[in-house]
Every structure is written in C-alpha cells, then in structure tokens.
C-alpha cells in the first residue's frame, strides 16, 4: 500500500511498491492520459508532475515517491493557459504523445516564467513527436507564458 | 417521445456510393428499430445534430476535420454539430473493393463524393421542409442550421430531419467552393481539444469489461519459432494469470498490463535457428551494390528514347551510386489490439487500423469465420505513417484471444515496435547522366537496386520480372525531361519485413535523384535551381512551384558564414512540392536554421492542418536523413527501442518552417505525404554546398561520424 496525493485527491494504492508510477495510475487508478511510449524514458509520452517536477512515470516506482502529490493531465483545470495555448496554435496532430508534452511544459513554466527557445529545447528535449510537432510546441510555450512566439 | 427510424438509401450521381439518412431518436427515447449506423455516411438527429462516418482514419493528418468541413459547408451548419466517426468496413466506404486510409487519399479521393452527400443530405431536406410548408423548394435554404425561406426560419434542422426521413429522398449539387464557410478557411481541428485534454480513447487506452492483458513475446529473428518455452518464472510474476503459445512467440496474459510486461520479461524462451541467423547489415548491402552490375537482370520501368547511345555520345559523364537503410516507423503508440468473442460465436475486435478489410479478413481467417463474423472497430490512432496498413500483429493476437477466450488485450512493448520491423525498404541506386558539350543534360539512366517491398507487404507479393512501382516511384513519373531517359530495377530479396512508409518509394528515390542532380550541377557549373528549371522548362506549373520555393527560400541570397541552403523538388501524390533548407554544421552536429516549402495540391481544404502536415513531414523528412536506420544484426533488428533508434527531438527540429501553398483549378492533390520526400535531399544538398562533400549514403550522422 502507497500513499499519494492524485490531482488533489488523496489515493492509497494497491499496486506493489516496485510497480512504475505510469502503471499505477493506468491499470490501478484508471487515468489513461498518461502513455506508454517506451517504457524506458527515452520518450516522454508517459510524463506527469512528482511534487510540481516532471518525471517519466514509467521508470519510477511508486514505492519510491509515497506521500507525494502527483498531477497528471486529467488534474490540469479547464482553463489551463498551456492547453488553451495548445489549442490556439493547433498543435496536436495524431495526439498520443500530448498529455506528455503538456505535462513536461508545465514543469518548465513552472520553474522559468518565460523561456526562450534553447529553454525551452532543452526542458523538451525529453519528449518525443513522431508527427513532428516540435515548432508548434515552442511557439505554444511561448504563447502560454505571454511571449510573441 | 419515441421516433421510429427509418433509414432512406439511394445511389447518387454515378452510384459509387450510398447516402442514408437515420433519423436517431431524442436522448433517452426507446429505440424502436434496428439500424445499422455503419452503412450510411449521414445520421441526421432530430436536435439536427449530424454523425458523419468517414471512410478514413484519424492518425493526425487531419481528415476527419476536412471531411466534416465539407459536410457542414455543404448542408449549411456550424462545423461543431457534425461529429466524426469511423465506421466498419462496408460497401459505401470502400475503395478499389476495400476500406483504408493511404496514399495521401484523404481528402483527394473524397472530395468529391462526400460533398454530393452533403449536397443530397441538404437538397431532401429542403424538399420536405419545403413540402410540409407549402412552399417551392427553390425559395427554401438552409443556413447556420436552420431551415429558411427568405428572411425568415422555416423550422430547425432537426425537424427537417424528421420529415425528410419518410419522404423521397432527393439528389443535389454541391455549392460553389467559394462560398464556403469552413472550407479552404483556418477552420480549427474537431479533434484538438480532447487531444489537449488527455481525452481520446487510443487503442492503447480502451477497455472491456473482464478484459486481461496480454504482452507478445515475439522471435527476435525474422520467421523464428520457439524451440522450447519455461513458463514457470513468468508464472511467479503476481497477476500472471497464463502464457499462450502460438507460432513465432507467446503471450504473458495477466490481469494488469504491467503485471503482463513483467511476466514478458521473465519467460524464458529458447529460439530455434533459422536460415537468416547470420544476415548482417552489410551482408543486405552488398548485395544491393552487387545488383547496380547486373545488366541481365534489370527490370525496365520506363525508357524514353535509347538512354545507353546517349550517354555513349555525351561530352561528359556523371556518375554516383547511392545507398539508404532500412527505416523504422516508430509511431508513439506501440501497436495493440483489443479482441472479444462474441456470442454468436465471432468476433469483436478494436484496434488502430488503416486498412479495415485487410484486418477484419485477416482476422476471420485465423479464427476460421466468415468476415461477416467479425466486427472490427477502428479506434484513435497513436500515430501510423504506413505502419497500421498492414496486419502482421493480428493472427497472434486473434489465437491468443481464442485461446483466452475473454476479452484480451494483446500489445506488442516498444523494442517489438521497433523491432520486428515492417520497415522502409533499403535501396542503393545508381544514377548515370550524359552532359553535352554545353553541359546540357541530354541522357539519364537511374538502375535501382533492392528488396521488393510489394513482395513482402502485398498478400499476393510480387511475381518474378514484374517492377515493383515503389522501387522507382517517383522515377517513373517525374516531371523531368532529362533527353533519352531509362529507369530499371534490380530484385534482390531479403527476409526483412516491409511496409509502406510515409510518402514510400519518394522517400529514397527523391532523394536519389535530387541528391544527383546536384552533383551534375556542380559539374555543369550550373546553379542547382537554375539547372532545375531548365529540366523542368516545359512545365509551367512545376516552374511555378520551384520559382515560389526559391524566391521565399531566399535563394542565392548572401548567408552568414559556416550556413548553406540546399534546394530539392519532389512531384508525389498528385502534388508538386519544393523546398529549400538552410543549415550549418557546428562540433559535427547538424544544425537546420530554416526551411521553406512551396507546395502545389491545386486545392487547400484545412489550410492549418495542411500545414501542419507539411510541418511533420519536413521534421520526419529531416529525421530519417539525419538520423535514421536499422542495423541487422545475427539476423534481427539490433536497435530495439528510442536509446538506440534515434528519431529527431525538439533540440534537434528547425527554428524555422515556412509553407507556402499554391492553389489552382487542377486535380486535387494529396498532403499527408508529399511534404516529406523533398526534405531529405534539400538537407543533404545544404551540406554538399557547405563541405563540398556529397552524402551518397544515409544517415547523414552515420556518414559524419565516419568522415
């Protein structure tokens, strides 16, 4: 049994302590924004915040971060100014990879109210698009910390 | 209230497809008949709210938003009361006798049919409105989702709807494009928001009640089989309900996914030797390079005037060969299917599919039904690029349902993705040009050598001294008229899989000849567009096209020092697509400042999403010739996941993207793939203009790294 904070609700899981995050919220908790991609974290479609951080949940046990509060893309508010930017640019092609991106943007904006682009490279760098949706991701950064992209 | 329904068929204009009108009930009403929803293309709602089943699948090109902006332009509503769908495979949505999204056919292939479904759809609801108010049809329109005749509304979509469902149905033209609304306009994606919210139900993500998971455990090497299978410590894995065995591999089912990876990554299993054990990277290349020599097997593909006297009697020779790898398609959602027996004794299968019939018939063999058995629901795409057009994965995963007998999940882990391939085929070639004494290109022979990727991926494969297209596409039909011109292609087989992908034969063959033709540039002296336009002299269009890249490409104006641009101009998929790259290199890494793209499809439908799809294109464009590449190794594919197959990153994409589109009153072309091809060459032209260098072989990093 864990303890975690999920999107402001506090959980306790089941899942053994060795399980990765990225699983306990999929098969146990039933939050699917968050992707397998590669299950080594080179990819970054299962990105989610860890005590505001980023982290790819699918190379951390549970067991490891007990107590901690945990927002996934199900946690953002409705009117979140990274997804609003999301939406404005139009930046998603087939999507799967997107909760990630925006998960790992948070992080950024989080720590640097407003990056530039080699900011915002090396922050991104983790997450990959196989659509290619690099360039509108950077201009949607730049669009939610109140930049001219 | 309870409505009964009634569906009304009738063959349009040219009967090549069936538009139904379903008249659904309110929320909450009692359903009073059956319908069956996936044979028509329309369901109109009494709160006037429309379904629309489009023949495509949504991957992220984008044409499932161009279809329903069709759709609302032609019946006259706002874009967001038509939602999308895609339905099974049946008739009305089939094309050449089957359902798929390739080709970049999205919206070339339906433009045309989907607005006379709109255009019928709006035409049978006027004439009932117009009949139950006494009025002539000609006064009568619809407009933002009401019907109107004048000034004033006659009654809500809906109630049309109701009405037109038992009256005769009728046939009606489409508008005039210039009067649309959402089409041709920065009409946003239907499908965005959700993607934003974390919402879609991806393959990946979909669940039935009591379903288990089941991870493959697959050959590393290509048709391997099991020898023998210890499934003891997969067992021990808690949640571990089981291990299926099926030809080529097993799967782990347990009730979670992780606790079916994990059970994966404990079974032991002993692979019998096959007759590919040692094939090698360099083994499949020297073969291919031994095929460029051998005349008496070379396949004709096309041959304009006698293309050996010519190039006997130029004035100068140029000459290169070339060579690309295998490559992967990596979409981000590793494939996985959903599959359920039914009571009737068939089955129900949800996964990402780009061709549904080639998937439900699949299915149906393996399991011994009738397709009509089996019912196959395409869900949100994680990606496809020619990777979801096939059916590879799916007899595992039907055997493996069989044997479950519960709904099962069957999903390969990414070094499976990666590694049991279905890849782009590799391809040397060898490009051979006669130049006379005014350096005027007056002969071109192009040999293509390499794996058939119609003999792997086609059910039928390819017979022997047949030219498999897509190892000259491109060639074939290219705009250039280089004097006498022959295209050949020598077969030389491997067991490597292959698949269509993105933009296929222009991948390679684009980036062959525009490569070359920057070679026989520089060795006319000759400016590589100039040299362009004079190979492209007869067609005004393509100098258009060429013309626009060039000039919002900033070619041949001053660069800083250590940056260089590279041009190229690739015709595929009905359009006509040139860019221009500007790049550097700096501590040997490959730096792209810039590109810029002019693009000809004749017709703009989603002009965001086209350009978006241009955007993915030059990225995976850049990507493949950069970076891209599998090593074969004691027969398998050595690279198994993103630490070892490096796809570009965002550190790694342009600053810059630039796309400008160019539209006119010819046949609609295609955008999901014409994009990439073009990207390729302009980089590597980009460098051969910085280092004086060629690239004859791919990936450029490999090539680096070795200089």
Same mark, same amino acid.
């Given at each position: ?40 974290? *080179? ?39 990274? *997804? ?66 | ?102 080709? /970049? ?174 094939? /090698? ?50 979409? +981000? ?27 439900? !018939? ?108 897509? /190892? ?25 899989? +292959? ?9 390679? !063959? ?64 009905? /359009? ?5 790259? $500007? ?79 160019? $539209? ?44």
């Amino acid at each position: 049994m864990t303890r975690l904070t999920v999107n402001g609700k506090p959980v306790t899981v089941a899942s053994e302590p060795d399980t990765p995050l990225l699983w306990v919220l999929r098969d146990e908790l039933d939050l699917k924004g968050a992707k397998y991609g590669c299950g080594i974290a *080179q990819c970054g479609a299962c990105t989610v915040l860890v005590g505001g951080q980023p982290v790819r949940s699918c190379s951390l046990a549970v067991g490891d971060i007990a107590g901690s509060a945990v927002t996934t893309i199900e946690g953002l508010p409705r009117d979140d100014a990274v *997804q609003k930017a999301w939406i404005a640019l139009q930046v998603p092609q087939c999507g799967f990879c997107q909760p990630g991106q925006i998960m790992s943007a948070k992080g950024l904006l989080a720590e640097t109210a407003k990056p530039d682009d080699a900011a915002i490279d090396a922050a991104m760098a983790g997450n990959l698009c196989r659509c290619g949706t690099y360039l509108r991701i950077r201009a949607a950064i730049k669009l939610a910390s109140g930049q001219a992209a | 209230m309870t409505i009964a329904l009634d569906r009304r068929g009738f063959l349009a204009a040219g009967g090549a497809f069936t538009l139904s009108f379903v008249v659904a009930p309110q929320a909450g009403a009692q359903q009073a008949g059956a319908t069956s929803p996936w044979t028509a293309y329309l369901t109109i709602g009494t709160d006037g709210r429309i379904a629309l089943m489009s023949p495509t699948t949504e991957m992220g090109q984008g044409t499932h938003t161009a279809h329903a902006a069709i759709i609302a332009d032609e019946i006259g509503v706002p874009l967001n009361w038509v939602k999308v769908d895609t339905p099974m495979p049946s008739d009305p949505f089939r094309r050449g006798g089957s359902m798929g999204s390739g080709g /970049s056919a999205g919206v070339r292939a339906w433009w045309d049919p989907l607005r006379k479904v709109g255009a019928s759809a709006r035409q049978s609801l006027i004439n009932a409105a117009a009949a139950q108010a006494g009025a002539p049809a000609a006064e009568v329109s619809i407009q933002d989702g009401q019907v109107r005749r004048g000034g004033k509304v006659l009654m809500p979509l809906g109630e049309a709807a109701r009405l037109a469902a038992t009256a005769p149905p009728a046939e009606g033209t489409p508008r005039d494009p210039a009067t649309y609304r959402y089409v041709g306009k920065q009409t946003p994606r239907v499908d965005i928001p959700a993607k934003v919210r974390g919402e879609p139900v991806f393959s990946q993500d979909f669940t039935r009640p009591g379903m288990v998971y089941a991870c493959a455990v697959l050959s590393p090497v290509w048709t391997g089989l099991a020898r023998q299978i210890n499934e003891a410590p997969a067992l021990a894995v808690k949640g571990v309900q089981r291990v299926v065995t099926f030809p080529g591999g097993a799967a782990v089912i347990a009730g979670t996914q992780w606790a079916a990876m994990k059970g994966a990554a404990a079974l032991e299993v002993s692979w019998a030797s096959t007759a590919y054990d040692g094939l /090698s990277s360099a083994a499949i290349s020297a073969a291919m390079l031994a095929g460029l020599d051998k005349d008496g097997e070379a396949l004709q593909a096309r041959a304009d005037g006698d293309a050996a006297a010519a190039l006997s009697g130029a004035a100068r020779i140029v000459e290169a060969d070339y060579e690309v790898p295998y490559i992967a398609h990596t979409p +981000m959602e590793p494939w996985n299917v959903t599959i359920e027996t039914t009571a009737d004794g068939g089955l129900e299968i949800w996964g990402p599919f780009q061709t549904q019939d080639r998937n439900r !018939n699949t299915a149906a063999r393996v399991a011994g039904l009738d397709p009509s058995k089996v019912k196959l629901h395409t869900l949100m795409l994680g990606g496809g690029f020619g990777r979801r057009l096939g059916d590879d994965g799916l007899p595992a995963a039907v055997l493996t349902a069989l044997a479950v007998k519960k709904p099962v999940k069957f999903f390969w882990r990414r070094e499976d993705e990666i590694g049991q391939g279905y890849y782009r085929p590799a391809q040397v070639a060898r490009l051979r040009a006669g130049l006379d004494a005014a350096g005027k290109v007056v002969a071109l022979h192009v040999r293509t050598a390499g794996p058939s990727m119609r003999q792997s991926f086609s059910p039928a494969g390819l017979p022997k001294g047949e030219v498999d297209g897509s /190892s000259v596409q491109t060639l074939t039909d290219t705009l250039y008229r280089p004097g006498a011109y022959r295209v050949d292609w020598v077969r030389v087989d491997q067991v490597v899989p +292959m698949a269509p992908w993105r933009a296929v034969g222009a991948t390679q !063959n684009g980036y062959f000849m525009e490569s070359f033709l920057d070679d026989v540039a520089k060795a006319a002296g000759k400016d590589p567009v100039a040299l362009r336009r004079e190979l492209l002299a007869h067609d005004p269009r393509a100098l258009k096209v060429i013309d626009r890249a060039a000039q919002e490409g900033d070619w041949g104006k001053p660069l800083p020092a250590g940056r260089a641009r590279g041009f190229a101009f690739v015709y595929s998929y009905g /359009s006509l697509c040139a860019q221009v790259v $500007e790049a550097s290199l700096e501590n040997g890494e490959v730096k792209v400042h810039r590109v810029t793209c002019a693009i000809d499809c004749a017709r703009v439908v989603t002009p965001d999403g086209a350009r978006n799809q241009m955007e993915g294109g030059i990225v995976q464009g850049l990507s493949s010739a950069l970076f891209e590449g599998i090593e074969v190794g004691n027969g398998a594919c050595e690279n198994r996941n993103f630490d070892s197959y490096r796809i570009m990153r965002i550190n790694e994409a342009p600053a810059v993207i630039e796309t400008h589109f160019i $539209e006119n009153d010819q046949v609609i072309g295609g955008i999901g793939e014409p994009g990439l091809p073009p990207a390729t060459p302009a980089l590597v032209n980009a460098l051969f203009a910085l280092t004086g260098k060629p690239i004859r072989k791919l990936p450029i990093m490999a090539q680096l790294a070795n200089a």
